[in-house]
């Protein structure tokens, strides 16, 4: 009996066995014919939004009136019919007095940008075009807050933020830089340049310092006898490389190239804030806002919320943002841009 039953039991397994490899199977094709599928919809999406529609535009938005709509949502509820409808009549009433102002162009402008950083900075695209649609627009007794969060990044595309902030500058146009979360390396070579640095109690400033690093293959490379080649013209074309033999030499180079770049960075801290004693904050460290004020690297501590909202009565606050579609290079830095970048 225990004879005749083994063959059975054994066909019995390879059923199993094949019944699983075909569902396997069965299910790498649906996953790959998915994928496919996916990245044909992106293309299509892709295709369809480069051919219809304007992908770049200049949007305002008066923050005065977004402010007190808030305001009144909450009023409506906590405040009596009657009580509201008189604040309501006063307000009327107030804004017609600012309608006449803005016609005589009478009324201070404030206005509102963001710059959310990443390690390429590639809002910097943005911040260009808000700035220059500011320039030709604003007067002396204008006002521009930057709300700044940038944790640093490459040095060139930061240094070119940092110079359209001066554009500003150069034309009279006061700029008031916010920190409510970080302005460190790149980020704080942008917001140095301001007529006044605001920072939250906690926020994160500094970090004046300069870095490179890279990781080197070359001996697992020879472990696997594999040879790398590199042929370069001009001595310091190359110093530190990825996959070949660095050298002394190379390394003494990059760290000099290193401390030029440090120097021009704290050349421009001292050019426009001198009250910042260098050799103290020159480290490479960063500080919270409240040891950034005793350092001189802000001049006062407080959010962008009430610094605004402090402001509603004396400006008319306008919210300027140039939206354009970001690249897929941008939305990848971008998101790895917190996980990458080194305060």
């Not at 109690?201 to 020879?222: D, E, T, Y």
Request: net charge neutral.
């Amino acid at each position: 009996m225990l004879t005749e039953c083994l063959p059975a039991t054994t066909w019995g397994y390879k059923q199993v066995e094949n019944l699983f490899a075909d569902y396997g199977l069965f299910l790498a094709k649906l996953l790959t014919g998915l994928i496919l599928a996916v990245v044909a919809l992106v293309l299509v999406l892709s295709v369809s939004r480069r051919g219809g529609g304007h992908q770049e535009e200049l949007k305002v938005e008066r923050l005065n009136d977004k402010l007190e709509q808030l305001g009144n949502r909450l009023r409506s509820a906590v405040e009596s019919k009657e009580v509201f409808k008189k604040r309501l009549k006063a307000q009327k009433k107030a804004h017609k007095q600012e309608g006449k102002a803005a016609e005589d162009d009478a009324a201070a402008r404030m206005f509102v940008l963001d710059f959310k950083g990443d390690i390429r900075a590639s809002a910097t695209t943005s911040l260009r075009n808000e700035i220059s649609a500011i320039i030709a627009t604003a007067t002396a007794k204008d006002k521009v807050v930057l709300r700044l969060e940038n944790p640093g990044g490459t040095v060139h595309e930061h240094g070119l933020a940092a110079s359209q902030l001066i554009r500003l500058k150069d034309r009279d146009i006061e700029l008031v830089v916010v920190v409510d979360k970080v302005a460190a390396s790149g980020g704080y070579l942008m917001a140095c340049v301001a007529n006044q640095i605001i920072a939250a109690p906690f926020a994160i400033v500094g970090s004046i310092g300069v870095l490179a690093q890279l990781p080197n293959f070359n001996r697992l490379l020879k472990e696997k006898g594999i040879d790398f080649e590199q042929i370069a013209a001009g001595r310091y074309k190359r110093t530190l490389t990825l996959f070949g033999e660095n050298t002394s030499e190379g390394r003494e180079k990059l760290q000099a190239e290193l401390e030029e770049v440090h120097a021009l960075f704290k050349e421009q801290i001292s050019r426009h804030r001198p009250q910042v004693d260098l050799n103290t904050v020159a480290t490479g460290e960063h500080w919270y806002g409240s040891q950034a004020l005793e350092l001189k690297l802000v001049d006062e501590l407080g959010t962008s919320d009430d610094y605004l909202m402090a402001a509603v009565d004396d400006y008319q606050i306008f919210h300027v943002s140039f939206q354009r579609k970001r690249t897929l290079p941008e939305r990848l830095f971008g998101g790895a841009a917190s996980l990458l970048a080194g305060y």
